[in-house]
């Protein structure tokens, strides 16, 4: 069961990271994609990075 947590806490902790990423190359000038587009990729990652380490902690506190 712990090793389920910490892949949820790993997880989430990526994807969190990631969304920051994309907010971080909003504010780049000449970065690719749309900012529309890199909104949304920051949301959803960091949605579902929110998601699974609230999870992760729900399971940890179970333990």
């Known amino acids: 069961m712990s090793g389920i947590t910490t892949g949820f806490i790993t ?5 969190i990271t990631g969304g920051v990423y994309f907010m971080l190359a909003m504010r780049k000038p000449g970065f690719y ?3 529309y587009i890199l909104k949304k990729r920051a949301a959803a990652l960091g949605a579902g990075g929110i998601v ?3 999870l992760g902690a729900f399971m ?3 333990q």
């Open 33 to 35: 994609p749309p900012k």
């Open 52 to 54: 699974l380490m609230l």
């Open 11 to 15: 997880i989430g902790a990526v994807l």
């Open 60 to 62: 940890y506190s179970l």
